[in-house]
């Protein structure tokens, strides 16, 4: 299953994310996104754990939680839906 991870600090280390929910069961795989420009960290990231079950328990337990002073959002993923009217270069409409 894949997991959304919002709300990470910025210091998170994909290591330390991998420890966090490797408690729960078979990891295999976490990625941090990061700005395409800056290299930086967004604050969000995805973690694949193996059993459905392991995710449901570790999004359970860590969704809420107080990690470096961040409250997680933790949830499963969805794939990334086609939005009408997009293609904004980011910049917001007034």
Known sequence: MNIFVGNL???????ELHAAFAQYGNVERVNIVTDRDTGQPRGFGFVDMT????????????????????TLNVNEA?????????????????
């Open 9 to 15: 600090s910025f210091q998170t280390t994909q290591d």
């Open 51 to 70: 059993r459905d079950a392991d995710a449901a328990k570790a999004i359970a337990d860590l969704n809420g939680k107080d990690v470096e002073g961040r």
């Open 78 to 94: 969805h794939p990334k839906t086609d939005r009408p009217g997009g293609g904004g270069l980011g910049r917001k409409r007034r």
